[in-house]
Nanobody
């Protein structure tokens, strides 16, 4: 098992930047970020492995960067050029032996 705690959400203007953090209670090979827009299902944003392999949703490529600090068991999501469509609850995800673990989520609101 693993506990995940997200931080860094908030209100930002269109075109602005925000960085999310997710602290895990242990080291995890595969971690990532997902988001859920109001009234919609949860969707992939980005994932990263311990080896540094990354994967991004097409909608965020070139704007978002996922990274990790294994010394701190923490994964980050740097979000630039934010758009109103990026407004969502962002969830940290960890996969251990095929089981998904989730944080409680952090709200990101992009609005002027």
């Amino acid at each position: 098992q693993v506990q995940l705690v997200e931080s860094g959400g908030g209100l930002v203007q269109p075109g602005g930047s925000l960085t999310l953090s997710c602290a895990a209670s242990r080291r995890v090979f595969s971690m990532g970020w997902y988001r859920q827009h109001p009234g919609k299902g949860r969707e992939l944003v980005a994932t990263i492995t311990s080896g540094g392999n990354t994967n991004y949703a097409d909608s965020v490529k070139g704007r978002f960067t996922i990274s990790r600090d294994d010394a701190k068991n923490t994964v980050y999501l740097q979000m630039n050029s934010l758009k109103p469509d990026d407004t969502a609850v962002y969830y940290c995800n960890a996969v251990i032996v095929g089981v998904n673990y989730w944080g409680k989520g952090t709200l990101v609101t992009v609005s002027s």
